[in-house]
């Protein structure tokens, strides 16, 4: 299941060019990933209370076009594959129908002392419940 938001760039999202530096990229992805799990009900902070942390080990963007200062940007994403220990995501930010960039994140399930873990199915339900 996809889920969307919006973001409107901002002066210091931009670089001399008067375009989004490339690394802000990553920021609206992040975006993306929160408002993903916002929806089904499920919280960064409450993920890490319960012991469970969600690092990036791999991240890609495939830049098309650039964003510019007061743009209304979409942010698209989706889970693209998961599995107990990992995640990967999937990210499309678009301005109108223009496709501006595309990419993915890939995530592994870690406890506090930053060892990979198996979800527990009731966890692994939680992270995938449908959109509210």
């Known amino acids: 299941m996809e889920s969307k938001c919006l973001y409107r760039v901002i002066y210091g999202d931009t670089d001399q ?10 920021r609206l992805f992040e975006i993306g990933r929160n408002e993903y799990f916002r929806k089904r009900g499920v919280l960064y902070r409450e993920m890490e209370a319960k012991g469970i942390f969600l690092p ?34 999937e990210y499309h930010l678009k301005r109108n129908d223009a496709l501006l960039a595309e990419g993915y994140t890939r995530h592994a399930f870690v406890n506090r002392e930053g060892r990979v873990i198996r979800l527990a199915p009731e966890d692994y339900a939680l992270f995938f419940k449908e959109e509210k």
């Open 17 to 26: 060019m008067g375009v989004m530096y490339h690394a802000n990229y990553f």
């Open 56 to 89: 990036v080990n791999e991240a890609c963007c495939h830049y098309k076009e650039g964003a510019r200062y007061d743009d209304l940007l979409e942010i698209h994403c989706h889970v693209k594959k998961r599995t107990r220990s990992s995640l990967l995501f």
